[in-house]
């Protein structure tokens, strides 16, 4: 069983950044695909960033040219750089996993944008 931990949310204002990190529990070898998925209050669930284990990303378009996401394979971590962040991206962030045709999440981390 794959257990994944985020850290790095919080409170920041309009146009700040903040680094989302997301470690596995285990070797994230092999074929995989990883990234960051968020839901605010009322909304659904939708996709933010991933990487897949080819080192290929998608964004999500309100994100594109303000976020990164990235991987450093020897601590089994993925990040979420965010920049210029803005109101609407405050959300509950969760981490997810998709290897083996089997899908693992995180416990996810709050972000709050907001003067």
């Known amino acids: 069983q794959v257990q994944l931990v985020e850290s790095g949310g919080g409170l920041v204002q309009p146009g700040g950044s903040l680094r989302l990190s997301c470690a596995a529990s285990t070797s994230i070898s092999g074929t995989y695909v990883m990234g960051w998925y968020r839901q605010a209050p009322g909304k659904q669930r939708e996709m933010v960033a991933v990487i897949a284990s080819s080192g290929g990303t998608n964004y999500a378009d309100s994100v594109k040219g303000r976020f990164t996401v990235s991987r450093d394979n020897a601590k089994n971590t993925v990040y979420l750089q965010m920049n210029s962040l803005k109101p609407e991206d405050t959300a509950v962030y969760y981490c997810?996993?998709?290897?083996?045709?089997?899908?693992?999440w995180g416990q996810g981390t709050q972000v709050t944008v907001s003067s």
């Open positions: 997810k996993l998709t290897k083996l045709l089997r899908d693992y």
